[in-house]
């Protein structure tokens, strides 16, 4: 198996993966190091049959895009909790400890898997699964047209009933002072 690692993760966690003969390159290597978008990465990394491995959190619009990416063209995704700035032994340490349950995961199917030393140790999501986690279900029900149907039934009944009475805006003193003020022709 091959990877790909993103612009944040320590040159001495990918020497530290070369020495025990994984096959490592990083976006630097492959001109990659101005791509901003992780979605992107991962299809490149599919593109050069590697899994793509990560220290970032991918969250809000980036984690969406990532999910998008995986569930319409495939590919992998490893995360490495504990952020890039960690002692790279200690996720070296997460990335061998755990081999033996991410590897078959990542042999099987596309999804996204994370690493983490303190609870969940493993955990795999599968594209659908990862987009179900990602976007909220009220996100989901509404692109169904069903869940539409109550409120435009609601809405076609209101607009068969009389607007209500406008209110009138109350006044300020000072401006009702200056509405009494007699004109200057009735003055003279």
Do not use: C
């Not at 001109?31 to 809000?60: G, M």
């Not at 179900?132 to 009220?138: A, C, E, G, N, Y």
């Amino acid at each position: 198996m091959k990877f790909l690692t993103d612009a944040q993760t320590s040159f001495r966690f990918v020497t530290h993966l070369r020495a025990l003969d994984f096959d490592v390159a990083t976006v630097y290597e492959l001109k990659l190091e101005n791509e901003k978008q992780d979605s992107r990465l991962v299809a490149a990394a599919r593109a050069f049959e590697r899994v793509f491995i990560t220290f970032d959190q991918l969250k809000n619009d980036s984690g969406l895009q990532v999910a998008r990416e995986l569930r319409q063209r495939g590919g992998h995704v490893l995360r490495i909790l504990g952020g890039p700035d960690q002692d790279p032994m200690r996720a070296v340490g997460r990335f061998l400890f755990w081999l033996p349950d991410w590897m078959p995961d990542l042999e099987r199917e596309s999804g996204y898997g994370t690493i983490n030393d303190l609870k969940n140790n493993w955990v795999w999501w599968s594209p659908d699964d990862l987009i179900q986690r990602r976007v909220p279900q009220q996100a989901i029900e509404f692109r169904d047209p069903h869940y539409f149907e109550q409120y435009l039934s609601e809405r076609a009944i209101r607009k068969t009933l009389p607007l209500p009475p406008k209110k009138q805006r109350a006044t300020s003193p000072m401006l009702q002072a200056h509405m009494n003020i007699p004109e200057a022709d009735e003055r003279a």
